[in-house]
T-cell receptor, first 114, second 115 residues
Framework: AQSVAQPEDQVNVAEGNPLTVKCTYS??????LFWYVQYPNRGLQFLLK??????LVKGSYGFEAEFNKSQTSFHLKKPSALVSDSALYFC????????????FGTGTLLAVQP | GAGVSQTPSNKVTEKGKYVELRCDPI?????LYWYRQSLGQGPEFLIY????????DSGLPNDRFFAVRPEGSVSTLKIQRTERGDSAVYLC?????????????FGEGSRLTVL
């Protein structure tokens, strides 16, 4: 069965500092891993994904994520946070047999202070 | 528009009533998904379609919930005998093809409030 954990309900960071939003997952078979962002009163937007290849993947708005197979983690990172990055971030693995569904974590609220 | 379109954006109904929520996916996307998001929670999977058929409906909470996609494009989520616990934002998403690597594109959701 698939599962995902985002251990931090909220992450606070000052503008200009690096940020990390943590995610660990459990899937059977090869994992396909996604990050989505949700701004207030808006739909979910795709940020980036890991399918295969390099463990460091780059996505939209300067975000990147590092796939670590041994730790079953897929942490989201950005070298320099912006106030406009403040939003709700969801990690979503896909895998485990024939199902094509994404399973979403509970989300991490990122708050970037000016 | 080029994105996923959901109607209505807001629906207020009374307990026990019937509700339909509509999703118009991105043109050419063969896979369509319904999720439900309650306040403070992540999206919860309900059902997904490949073409006209429901490939996985394991997330539908009970038999009051039903979804169709008769022509492989527009989908309707139907909720019978609504309950207050059904109040949530219902999200629709589509993806090109049915492979595991494709990202989902989400609409802005239909907010359902059951009084």
């Amino acid at each position: 069965a698939q599962s995902v954990a985002q251990p931090e309900d909220q992450v606070n960071v000052a503008e200009g500092n690096p940020l990390t939003v943590k995610c660990t997952y459990s899937v059977s078979g090869n994992p396909y891993l996604f990050w989505y962002v949700q701004y207030p009163n808006r739909g979910l937007q795709f940020l980036l994904k890991y399918i295969t290849g390099d463990n460091l993947v780059k996505g939209s708005y300067g975000f990147e994520a590092e796939f670590n197979k041994s730790q079953t983690s897929f942490h989201l990172k950005k070298p320099s946070a912006l106030v406009s990055d403040s939003a709700l971030y969801f990690c979503a693995p896909r895998g485990g047999g024939a199902t094509n569904k994404l399973i979403f974590g509970t989300g991490t609220l990122l708050a970037v202070q000016p | 528009g080029a994105g996923v379109s959901q109607t209505p954006s807001n629906k207020v109904t009374e307990k026990g009533k019937y509700v339909e929520l509509r999703c118009d996916p991105i043109s050419g996307h063969t896979a369509l998904y319904w999720y439900r998001q309650s306040l403070g929670q992540g999206p919860e999977f309900l059902i997904y379609f490949q073409g006209t058929g429901a490939a996985d409906d394991s997330g539908l909470p009970n038999d009051r919930f039903f979804a169709v996609r008769p022509e492989g494009s527009v989908s309707t989520l139907k909720i019978q005998r609504t309950e207050r616990g059904d109040s949530a934002v219902y999200l629709c998403a589509s993806s090109i093809g049915t492979g595991f690597a494709g990202e989902l594109f989400f609409g802005e959701g239909s907010r359902l409030t059951v009084l």
